[in-house]
């Protein structure tokens, strides 16, 4: 069996949690199944700097995100991140499905720098975001019945990102989220994103988009039936910075300035998440 080191697999993206939006193993996620939501929140993080190193190649980083799907799988060992959320999805009895999900979209961001359509990126985000809010539905024994809002809000949050992001990750990693065939009606290219500030046509593309985020973000007040009261307050607080970072991107320029959330969004939104517990606790 091939044994994989981590000095030899994991990569440095020049990322890390202080670049998150939004809470990651808050304290509103129970207790006691914080070290698995860690362990696989390691693992992401870990796949995820792979797919976005700017120093290796698209092959090579491939070939180090099997190296992960090996040890999560069983086929090899090593690479400690990976041998963790074995552990902990064994334990928990949820499946590899949800982190070779993600190696999915991993693989994809080490080949594909361009989405043609709102549709090409929605299904990118079917295996980017979504089985995050999976996992922790199925961690918390959660009702797959509320797997569809779990996935909007997964995915309102990744579009969110990627309109915040658009202008870096076209100069660093030569990515464009924004669905070109929006930009090509608009008489716009994938060099607006490079530009010093949004063009009307960019911006008319970002507001579809802003559009699709609401809608997405109108599903996900489904998860107020999520049973867990510490869940439902995790994801009301999110859901509210959510809807306050799309409207600062409505109103603000993500190609002149960082366009990010403030101490008082996130104050805000904490106290939505609070209430929204208490209320689960009163029911």
Known sequence: MQVFADGDIEANSGKGAGDENFPVGSRLVAPQLRPHFLAYYAFARATDDIADAPCLAPEEKIRRLDAFEAVL??????LSKAEALAASLAATGIST????????????????????SLAELLAYCRHSAAPVGRFLLDLHRED???????????????ILNHLQDMGEDLARLDRAYVPLDWLEAE?????????????????????????EVDRLLDTADGLVALSTRSLAGEAAAIRALARRLAARLRREDPLATRVQLSRADFAAALGRGLVASLLRRAA
Not at 97 to 112: H, P
Not at 187 to 211: I, Y
């Open 97 to 116: 499905v949800r982190a070779t999900d993600l190696l999915v979209a991993f693989r994809a961001d080490a080949t594909k720098t361009r989405y043609r």
């Open 73 to 78: 799988e069983g086929r090899a060992r090593g």
């Open 144 to 158: 797959p019945a509320l797997y569809p809002a779990s996935d909007a809000l997964c995915t309102a949050l990744q």
């Open 187 to 211: 008489g716009e290219t994938v060099g607006a994103l490079a530009a010093r500030r949004v063009s009307p046509g960019l911006r008319r593309v970002m507001d579809r988009l802003l559009d």
